[in-house]
């Protein structure tokens, strides 16, 4: 055998063995390329697990020595530290995966392809596998996966530990200089934390049922408009401005008011406010004083103000009453402290006012027209859209079939039938409510749809 043929014999075998070398290099980078997303995939999913689980909830499950809550609350505790664990591992893997991607790609195509493709390629691998499927799952099932990567996490802490220690140094010295105090330990609590804590208190018996009806109205307080708690125009009484005194004190006593409106011509023409001891106390001092001179300037308010804010203004006001106005300056009702309280205590009765809802069975309600959606559907656990161009029983009736009903015409809806129960000059006073169940059915009333 020549020389030469010797030397393309182990020319040959030095190509193969780089072949197999190649290959075996490429399937093991494959596979750390694999590994690596899961770790992205895992601390993603962690993360948005663990910090949207409420801490309250996490010292519940520690209290019932549920597996892994324990180290969960010790994790949740810095918060801080947990964060920046994540952080650093979350970025060894993606980093480590594009080095990876970007060697393996080299073998077949040029310097600029191979970074170009590992790029993008790697991008797209994260936000699918890494980062959006994982956070998704992490959200949906929060609890429990949060409970079993915890003991993990803590693991990967300890193992870190040099790294987060320097990152969670050199976190704050840059927060500092830019002026952020950065404080990830500070407790907050968000308006959905604070339901669920009243939720599961009325489940635990911590709170009574007026006690847990009581915290959601002032939860809902501060989303409320004037327009939602006023009375509404046609139920206001308001007294004219050339009436005497006398007739002003009669209708306050009939009424049992203690502040009336005070008009020009029409109710859009309101000129002031009087209270029934000024009224006494003018009649006292002379007869024939006008009520105009006795009246105080209104407050006017747009239907649009939200009512915390009012009630603010007519404590620092010393107002009682305000005088609510549509966007065309036209009046649309009043409202008073007394309305205000009532959205967070719940409606206070008057000797001659009948209740908001009275039942007279177990699946039949009655309840007045104007009794807001909502409160129907937390009285009586009915589930009456809440969202439109209504607010009232008896709006969410007209809204259904989208005409004036009668007495006796109603609608069904989700199963629960509501009739006009009683109605004056198109208004509907009283709705009857036939919730599901055996009664119902079998005494279902007759109406239009």
């Not at 709170?207 to 004037?226: K, S």
């Not at 308001?238 to 002003?248: F, R």
């Not at 009046?331 to 309280?341: F, L, P, R, S, Y």
């Not at 009794?371 to 809440?386: D, I, K, Q, R, S």
Request: proline letters at 3%; glycine letters at 8%; one cysteine or more.
């Amino acid at each position: 055998m020549s020389l030469l043929d010797s030397t393309r014999i182990l020319a040959g075998q030095g190509f193969a063995l780089f072949e197999v070398s190649q290959g075996a290099i490429t399937g093991l980078g494959i596979l750390a390329v694999v590994v690596l997303i899961l770790f992205s995939a895992f601390f993603a999913s962690a993360e948005i697990a663990i910090f949207s689980l409420e801490d309250h909830r996490i010292g519940t499950l520690a209290a019932e020595n549920t597996p892994g809550a324990a180290t969960l609350s010790a994790l949740k505790s810095d918060p801080r530290r947990l964060l920046v664990t994540i952080l650093i591992g979350n970025n060894i893997a993606n980093i480590g995966m594009s080095s990876i991607t970007t060697g393996l790609l080299a073998f077949y195509f040029t310097p600029g392809e191979s970074v170009l493709v590992a790029t993008f390629g790697v991008t797209s691998l994260v936000l699918l596998f890494g980062e959006t499927a994982p956070k998704s799952y992490g959200v949906e099932h929060s609890e429990s996966w949060a409970l079993r990567t915890a003991r993990p996490l803590r693991v990967v802490q300890t193992v870190l530990y040099p790294f987060v220690e320097l990152f969670d140094v050199l976190t704050r010295v840059v927060n500092r200089l830019l002026g952020s105090e950065g404080n990830l330990e500070t407790a907050y609590v968000t308006r959905a934390e604070v339901e669920e804590v009243i939720t599961a208190g009325r489940r635990a018996g911590v709170f009574t049922d007026e006690e847990h009806r009581m915290l959601q109205r002032l939860l809902r307080f501060r989303n409320r408009v004037v327009k939602e708690t006023m009375v509404p125009r046609r139920d206001v009484v308001a007294i004219a401005a050339d009436a005497d005194v006398d007739a002003a004190v009669d209708t306050c006593l009939d009424g049992g008011f203690t502040e009336l409106p005070v008009y020009e011509d029409v109710l859009d023409t309101v000129v002031g406010t009087v209270h029934l001891l000024d009224l006494i106390d003018a009649r006292e001092r002379d007869e024939e004083t006008s009520l105009r001179s006795v009246a105080a300037e209104p407050y006017v308010v747009p239907e649009s103000k939200e009512v915390d804010d009012l009630l603010d203004e007519l404590r620092s006001e010393r107002r009682r009453m305000a005088i609510v106005v549509d966007e065309f300056g036209a009046t649309a009702g009043i409202v008073t402290i007394e309305d205000i309280v009532e959205e967070i205590i719940g409606e206070v009765l008057t000797e001659t006012e009948s209740p908001p809802i009275r039942r007279l069975d177990d699946d039949t309600v009655i309840v007045r027209g104007e009794l807001n959606v909502h409160e129907a559907n937390e009285a009586l656990g009915t589930e009456f859209p809440e969202a439109g161009e209504f607010e009232s029983v008896a709006g969410l009736l007209i809204s259904q079939t989208g005409r004036l009903v009668g007495e006796g015409e109603g609608v069904t809806y989700d199963g629960v039938r509501l009739t006009v129960e009683t109605a004056e000059n198109n208004r509907i006073l009283e709705v009857r409510v036939d919730l599901p169940g055996e009664t119902s059915e079998a005494t279902e009333p007759s109406g239009e749809e």
